[in-house]
């Protein structure tokens, strides 16, 4: 009877401790100022865990899947593409794999893994490159993402390699107001007397590649636009355009910069998409809008008319779900007005999920997209990013969310169903964890998730390198 008394003792003595253990777990991590260390009783089972699971992943996304995708659909969609028939389409892909020496994915981001047939996915891309100087205009790329990319992270760098190499000015279209105008170097913007509307919760205007609409509040608005120095392809343009719709009678009256005049214009009315231009040497420009019962405006452009142009169309809290929703209409008016060549998808951060592991309904939603952006603007290469590396905190060390490599399949897979060229974001970053080597070189912000300025120009780099080697593949291929 002794025995079993102190025997319960015993085992309600260890059940107390390891209720008082776990309790230590949701301390808070400060009290009273002084930082307080819990005690996580699995911790070293949840760090194995994420670190198989990271290991699982990133084995699977290397090895070849058995992906059923529609090959003659494809083929079909590449022949209309490029002009050429199934033996130079097949021709290009021999070349294709005898240049690379590898198939599937590319675990490095040093190459775009383009899964057209014949391997043209940027075909329209190159060729306008190439002829750039024959074009009489710009060669436009539209690069669409969420808070990844927003206030010109990436692209800042991405534009400025661009138009060093390829020719080119100007910030490109900036929209008339952004949640990250007031930390955004490359352009400096006041709106006033504008009410936005956002595709993200409103269903009842049609948007275009900005998703974004803003209009006049009253009889009267205002913006201004300043160019930055921050890169010496920033400091002034040849171009200023206003993109505007839905206008009736609507005056502009514009000063610039080293003008003692303005210039008072009667916009020409629409309904759809138009767009207004002053020429000169211009780094500073200010509009006042009168008369503007019911007029939208879109953003301005500064830019030059030759070489690459590189708009952000960034906006956060965005999947590129909604994209599916896009106006054909008002796109293709769009289009007219300001032609693409490349339009870029990098989207994920908002999808990622540390409790969701499974994502394919999100990669068929983002083929819907991919050949919905096809429809809307059909002189367009379309390229997919794939998802960044996250990191979440385990027993205070920083480990690659496993949701992370799970959406990167889905998003390649939808690239190649879709017949799209891919770049590999996450491998560009270095891979595993290493969104935990960008944080401690002031790469990225400490929330793990998000880029900083030095991440977004290690990473342009990168992207531009994959281009040029892509783009060398071409020359070579149409040489033999």
Request: net charge negative; with cysteine.
């Amino acid at each position: 009877m002794i025995v079993e008394n102190r025997l319960s003792r015993l085992l309600l003595l260890l059940f107390l401790t390891f209720i008082f253990c776990c309790a230590f777990y949701y301390l808070p991590e400060q009290i009273a100022g002084y930082p307080v260390k819990r005690i996580d009783l699995f911790a070293d089972l949840r760090e194995k865990s994420t670190i198989a699971a990271v290991d699982t992943l990133q084995q699977s996304w290397l090895e070849e899947d058995t992906l059923t995708v529609d090959s003659v659909a494809l083929q079909r969609l590449a022949q209309e593409k490029a002009g050429i028939d199934s033996v130079a389409l097949a021709l290009r892909d021999s070349l294709y794999k005898a240049l690379y020496a590898v198939e599937g994915a590319d675990s490095t981001g040093i190459r775009i893994e383009d899964y057209s047939v014949g391997h043209i996915g940027l075909n329209r891309f190159f060729t306008a490159l190439r002829n750039r100087t024959s074009l009489n205009r710009p060669v436009r790329i539209g690069f669409m993402g969420d808070s990844f990319i927003e206030g010109d992270i990436l692209v800042a760098d991405f534009r400025s390699l661009m138009q060093k190499r390829f020719g080119g000015r100007g910030v490109g279209f900036v929209p008339i107001s952004s949640p990250a105008a007031q930390y955004r170097p490359t352009v400096k913007t006041t709106p006033a007397g504008w009410k936005t509307w956002s595709m993200l919760t409103d269903q009842e205007h049609a948007y275009t590649l900005s998703c974004l609409t803003f209009e006049a509040e009253e009889d009267k608005a205002a913006f201004s636009i300043e160019a930055t120095d921050k890169y010496p392809e920033l400091d002034s343009v040849s171009s200023l355009k206003l993109i505007y719709e839905n206008n009736l009678s609507t005056q502009v009256r514009i000063s610039m910069e080293g003008s003692s005049d303005s210039m008072l214009v009667n916009l020409p009315p629409t309904q759809t998409m138009a767009q207004y231009e002053w020429k000169g040497i211009i780094n500073k420009a200010g509009f006042s809008f009168s008369h503007a019962t019911g007029f939208r405006a879109l953003g301005v452009a500064m830019e030059n008319e030759e070489g690459v142009v590189v708009d952000n169309f960034s906006m956060r809290g965005n999947s590129g779900l909604v994209l599916e929703r896009l106006d054909s209409i008002q796109c293709r008016a769009f289009n007219d007005i300001r032609p693409y060549d490349l339009i870029i998808l990098q989207y994920g951060l908002n999808v990622a999920n540390d409790s969701v592991m499974q994502y394919g309904w999100y990669g068929k939603r983002m083929e819907k997209v991919i050949h919905h952006i096809r429809h809307c603007f059909p002189t367009a290469d379309v390229m997919l990013m794939g998802v960044s590396d996250r990191s979440r905190q385990e027993n205070g060390t920083f480990y690659t969310m496993p949701s992370v490599l799970a959406l990167l399949h889905a998003q390649r897979q939808a690239a190649k169903r879709a017949g799209t060229p891919f770049w590999n974001t996450y491998g560009a970053m270095g891979g595993k964890n290493s969104m935990a080597r960008y944080v401690e070189n002031n790469w990225a912000s400490k929330d793990y998730t998000h880029l900083g300025f030095g991440g977004g120009r290690q990473l342009a780099r990168i992207l531009m390198d994959a281009l040029m080697s892509e783009m060398e593949f071409y020359e070579n291929a149409e040489q033999k």
